[in-house]
């Protein structure tokens, strides 16, 4: 069932320092006022959960923002190379042009920093409110309230490293937080977030309250971190805990994770609610990214088509790969050229020998191409097939796709990994219940550096235009050291398409903003931007 969450708090993109201040607001309510005491409001269940719904606000487009968190982390995602845009943000950062003025910098920033606030604010407050009949319910917004703050934390901590960590809702301007301690403070409550949250949320909801976080949710959320932090034996625990308990499994389909059909189900642990059909407020900006450039307008065609991945990333995998359907569109009609011969628009097939370059038409069919000659119908760019959403007389703001940050293949490749990084338990069994719903051969017998290898070129081939690989390759590499598998990617990427680049220690970490540094005195910039 789909489902959008009817929210309380609601208010625009801030920095931290000003989100100190302006972390209440209101929306969804008959009346207007300017202002919503949370000392008098909350003082039910029912308040609560609307305080809570809008923590979750920020994982689509729920607060308004047109730079939201997920097209944020595209942009950051083009640092890698194997993801591109002709787009100012997505060409810069594929150029390796990044400032610490960055407007997507400080939107992720902001956004993140006004969830953790709200949740700041929640928790200060669920304490507060006598509503003993509904005990149990509030206990479990608390927990939702833990595992999205530490959902919001992880994902600066992503980007950033040292962050600015507060747990309290206090619009005191006098004592703003700082980021000594950074890393460690931050890991450290999420450590603590995650392990309250698990304690009280549910294995699993229905109805009305689907897509809620879980304990597996949680738990995952810990196993990330844990992975992060290089703590190998405990998050081979929690990786074990949740492969032996939660009856999760993978969709014997790959392209289930990212449908309609099956969204809050099954291996999708933890998404972003989606649906403008329910409130035109709640779509995504997705296929005006991702949709192809020359799909026809009356077919779903609309929007700006910034993003794709490379050529040479589509060509990359095992032609014999099961996620290849899942993960890029391999045809799809054109408006490119004239219609065929029997009025039709053409449909046009990926194709790894069609012409292609990195300018906004490269790879697209040459507008000239007989319409009636299939072989001169293909195309290069490798369109995202996890994204788009091609219907006929849609509109890029009907969109229906959840946005997906959780999923169960994310465990199994963090069991490998703490796995082989502590040398206890199975390595393999992750990685190849993975390899095995690719239809790919399973490993065995590599040496710890090799599989650690094929950990890494796994998780690349089945979370692409996820947002999730700048993270973790970077989390994985050394500058100027080895393993360095992001210089590896960016060097690949300047080297094939002629880029005037080569990895600097900028590139392994986000500058904090500007913003931020000029309006909280507490807070230093991170030590390759100084």
């Not at 300017?34 to 269940?45: E, G, K, Q, V």
């Not at 995650?194 to 995952?220: D, F, H, I, S």
């Not at 490798?382 to 959840?402: D, M, V």
Request: charged share 20%.
């Amino acid at each position: 069932m789909k489902t959008t969450y009817t929210s309380l708090l609601r208010i625009s993109r801030w920095p931290l320092v000003l989100a100190l201040g302006l972390s209440l607001g209101c929306s969804d309510l008959e009346e207007t006022p300017d202002f919503i005491n949370p000392n008098t409001f909350y003082s039910s269940a029912t308040e609560l959960e609307l305080g809570v719904n809008a923590i979750y606000d920020d994982l689509t487009m729920g607060s308004g923002d047109w730079f939201n968190l997920f097209y944020n982390r595209y942009v950051f995602e083009c640092l890698v190379g194997y993801q591109v845009g002709w787009e100012k943000q997505p060409l810069q950062y594929n150029l390796g042009n990044v400032t610490a003025q960055d407007d997507v910098i400080e939107a992720y920033w902001g956004q993140c920093y006004r969830s953790i606030y709200r949740a700041n604010a929640i928790l200060e407050t669920a304490d507060k409110i006598d509503d003993p009949t509904n005990a149990d319910r509030i206990a479990r917004l608390k927990g939702e309230a833990y595992f999205l703050r530490a959902f919001y934390y992880y994902g600066l901590l992503s980007y950033f490293d040292n962050v600015p960590l507060t747990t309290t809702a206090s619009s005191d301007l006098s004592s703003l937080p700082t980021n000594s301690g950074g890393t460690r403070a931050i890991l450290d409550q999420i450590y603590q977030d995650c392990q309250a949250a698990a304690a009280v949320l549910p294995t699993e909801y229905t109805g009305a309250n689907l897509g809620r976080a879980t304990q597996w949710a949680a738990k995952t959320l810990l196993m990330k971190a844990q992975l992060w932090d290089g703590k190998w034996a405990e998050a081979k625990a929690t990786a074990d805990d949740i492969v032996t308990n939660s009856g999760l499994t993978l969709y014997e389909d790959f392209s289930y994770n990212f449908d309609v059909a099956h969204e809050n189900m099954g291996e999708r642990i933890f998404e972003g609610q989606v649906s403008a059909a329910a409130n035109a407020n709640e779509y995504n900006n997705h296929s005006a990214h991702f949709n192809p450039e020359d799909l026809p307008t009356d077919l779903g065609g609309a929007g700006w088509s910034w993003l794709s991945a490379t050529q040479d990333f589509r060509a990359s995998y095992d032609e014999n790969d099961k996620r290849l359907a899942g993960t890029f569109l391999d045809e799809y009609p054109t408006g490119r050229t004239a219609k065929d011969a029997d009025g039709n628009y053409p449909i046009v097939h990926w194709s790894a020998d069609a012409p292609y370059n990195l300018s906004r038409f490269g790879g697209i069919v040459d507008p000239n191409a007989n319409p009636n000659n299939p072989d001169e119908l293909v195309f290069g760019k490798a369109w995202s097939a996890k994204l788009t959403e091609i219907q006929p007389g849609g509109a890029w703001t009907s969109t229906e796709r959840n946005t997906i940050y959780l999923r169960y293949a994310d465990v199994l490749l963090g069991h490998s990994e703490a796995c082989n990084e502590s040398g206890t338990g199975d390595p393999y069994l992750g990685i190849n219940q993975v390899r095995r719903r690719a239809g790919l051969p399973e490993l065995s017998g590599l040496s710890q550096e090799s599989l650690r290898d094929a950990i890494v070129h796994e998780r690349m081939q089945e979370f692409a235009f996820e947002q999730v690989m700048y993270p973790e390759l970077r989390r994985k590499s050394t500058f100027g050291g080895s393993p360095d598998y992001l210089g590896d990617y960016i060097r690949h990427f300047a080297t094939l398409y002629g880029v005037n680049r080569q990895p600097k220690a900028k590139d392994y970490v986000l500058p904090i903003p500007l913003k931020e540094i000029l309006g909280n005195a507490n807070v230093s910039q991170n030590p390759q931007w100084q």
